[in-house]
């Protein structure tokens, strides 16, 4: 069983549109990652969350965390073609901390202009 | 800036043959991954070392072993290479154990076994 969904799986959307992807566990979420990863290459880090209710924005992205810990999502306002790419979340649901991260298995984002 | 970074790039093996990935990291970190990337399956750890002189196994370690070889590499090495192994190996590196060190991942090594 998967124990980090991510939806959806890919994602078309027309550029300078808003867009969301969620990261849903049945576990606690005791760190959670978003990582970018362009076609062929590895990946970036963009920002963790660790508290319920948190919130962080970097840019055009803002990446939230529930407050019950169990289910985080990524937003992107104003999408740009540099924002194509595949989105993964990753996330300590043991709570021994990061002895390797669970991972989701990704979202395609595709950009049209 | 060159962070982790992962030897070689490419690589194709026949079934039987071994080889061993490189990783190193100029971060002064402590902790070092090893993940691979199938298609439809995410990533999954392979093996990991929390600190130097220690080692311990992921979720898919079966086929493959690694070692610590000082604070900066951690190598995973294949002893007798299989179809199924053919993946993208990606090593990884944090400051610590503790959940919110963030996780540094290097370019990804492309290894098909024929």
């Known amino acids: 069983s998967q124990e980090l969904e991510q939806s959806p799986q890919s994602l078309i959307v027309q550029e300078g549109k808003n867009l969301t992807i969620n990261c849903t566990s049945s576990?606690?979420?005791?760190?959670l990652y978003w990582y970018k990863q362009k076609y062929g290459e590895g990946l970036i880090f963009l920002m963790m969350?660790?508290?319920?209710?948190e919130e962080k924005s970097h840019e055009k992205i803002t990446a939230k965390l529930d407050e019950k810990k169990q289910q985080s999502s990524l937003h992107i306002t104003a999408s740009q073609p540099s924002h194509a790419g595949i989105y993964l979340c990753?996330?300590?649901?043991?709570?021994?901390?990061?002895?390797?991260?669970?991972f989701g298995k990704g979202t395609h984002l595709i950009i049209q202009p | 800036n060159a962070g982790v970074t992962q030897t070689p790039k490419f690589q194709v093996l026949k079934t039987g043959q071994s080889m061993t990935l490189q990783c190193a990291q100029d971060?002064?970190?402590?902790?070092m991954y090893w993940y691979r990337q199938d298609p439809g399956m995410g990533l999954r750890l392979i093996y990991y070392?929390?600190?130097?002189?220690?080692?311990d196994k992921g979720e898919v370690p079966n086929g493959y072993n690694v070692s610590r070889l000082n604070k900066r590499e951690f190598s995973l090495r294949l002893e007798s290479a299989a179809p199924s192994q053919t993946s993208v190996y990606f090593c990884?590196?944090?400051?610590?154990?503790?959940?919110?060190?963030?996780?540094?991942f290097g370019e990804g090594s492309w290894l098909t076994v024929v």
């Open positions: 990753g996330a300590d649901i043991s709570g021994g901390g990061a002895d390797g991260l669970t």
């Open positions: 576990k606690t979420l005791y760190g």
């Open positions: 969350l660790q508290k319920g209710g």
């Open positions: 990884a590196s944090s400051w610590g154990r503790e959940t919110g060190n963030t996780i540094y």
């Open positions: 070392s929390a600190s130097e002189g220690t080692t």
């Open positions: 971060m002064n970190h402590n902790s």
